[in-house]
């Protein structure tokens, strides 16, 4: 069974930046989709942005679009999301996960697998 360990979160003031990093355990994973996830307290899981192995093609949800970077490294099997201009808004448990098919996807039903989360607070 594939497992994904998330890393990288932390604190950040406002206007910051962070980088996230998805390291998965095989490299059957290079076969599906890869995505980012964020829960914030009392709110549902939210899509953040999804790239596929094989092309590096990328979707993005609207609230991060310019602002974070979905990227992937291919020889390292690891994921990554460069968040840049954070705000307030953005504080979540942000969770990997590995998609059940090759193409990205904003639903968190066509995604199999997942980390246990890194905490991303935002605050001054």
Do not use: H
């Amino acid at each position: 069974q594939v497992q994904l360990v998330e890393s990288g979160g932390g604190l950040v003031q406002p206007g910051g930046s962070l980088t996230l990093s998805c390291a998965a355990s095989e490299r059957t994973v290079s076969a599906y989709a890869m995505g980012w996830f964020r829960q914030a307290p009392g709110k549902e899981r939210e899509f953040v942005a999804a790239i596929t192995w094989s092309t590096g093609t990328t979707r993005y949800a609207d609230s991060v679009k310019g602002r974070f970077t979905i990227s992937r490294n291919n020889a390292k099997l690891t994921v990554y999301l460069q968040m840049s201009s954070l705000e307030p808004e953005d504080t979540a448990v942000y969770y990997c996960a590995r998609g059940t098919y090759s193409y990205t996807s904003s639903l968190a039903n066509n995604y199999s697998y997942w980390g246990q989360g890194t905490q991303v607070t935002v605050s001054s």
